[in-house]
């Protein structure tokens, strides 16, 4: 039987595509959600990185957070070095200096932060991005104020779509908390949900374990399954039962 489902985007965390039906669908705005310390960016670059030098897509990738320095440095620590030109990563101030260019006259006068972002994704060709990162929503939501946020994010995430480009925005959550994200609104916008989880094992010498599951993911069967996530060798990776039981 020849498939007919949607083309699909590989994650690069080992064992997790299986679980999905080959990976996350071309063209879906994907919420990855967690506390801090659950490496929700470092498995969004990962998945940008691997998909810029394995496949030859282009990646955006835009922090409100850190500095463009800071990210390629934490991310060469963990084997994913710079090598190519597919991957751009954007901070606060890069952008807000591209942005102050008579390119984007109709930005630079425009002081709320989600409609400059969409105004700046609306500006791009239809295949100058395929994969798109925006870390944080939470950072977002700070430079921005959010009056009506089912109509606001409604638009955004919409933008966001019309892109066409496959979009993963990070979203924090506090500890204990079952929401997946500042609103409640962003988890029935979005195509997916990818929820970074860690627990501590041990009493004595105790450590992190941190999990990976699957939530959401429209037009997609998956696993619910939370499975152990860990980063060995550059990789990340997932333990199914079969590899606990060796």
């Not at 897509?57 to 030109?85: C, F, H, P, W």
């Not at 807000?96 to 060709?125: N, P, V």
């Not at 060798?233 to 060796?246: A, M, P, Q, S, V």
Request: aromatic share 10%.
């Amino acid at each position: 039987m020849v498939y007919t489902g949607p083309r699909r985007v590989k994650t690069f965390v080992s064992g997790l595509d299986e679980q999905i039906e080959s990976g996350v669908p071309v063209g879906t705005v994907n919420i990855v959600s967690g506390t801090p310390g659950s490496m929700k960016s470092s498995f969004a670059y990962n998945l940008l990185y691997h998909n810029a030098h394995k496949i030859g897509l282009r990646g955006l990738y835009i922090s409100m957070e850190q500095d463009v320095e800071s990210i390629k440095a934490q991310m060469n620590r963990l084997g994913m070095a710079e090598k190519t030109n597919k991957l751009i990563v954007e901070d606060y101030e890069s952008l807000e200096k591209k942005l102050a260019t008579s390119e984007f006259q109709k930005i630079k006068f425009e002081h709320d932060w989600i409609s400059r972002i969409r105004m700046y994704l609306e500006s791009f060709d239809r295949d100058a991005v395929d994969l798109l990162v925006i870390d944080s929503l939470d950072a977002l939501y700070a430079l921005t104020d959010v009056e009506n946020p089912r109509k606001e994010l409604f638009h955004f995430f919409k933008t966001l779509r019309e892109t066409e480009t496959t979009c993963f925005l990070i979203s924090e959550m506090t500890q204990n908390s079952d929401k997946f994200s500042k609103f409640g609104v962003e988890e029935f916008l979005c195509d997916g949900i990818i929820h970074l989880d860690f627990k501590r094992t041990g009493t004595i010498l105790a450590r992190l374990e941190r999990y990976i599951g699957i939530i959401k993911l429209r037009n997609t069967n998956f696993s619910t399954q939370y499975f152990p996530l860990q980063h060995v060798e550059g990789r990340f990776k997932i333990l199914t039962g079969e590899d606990l039981e060796l």
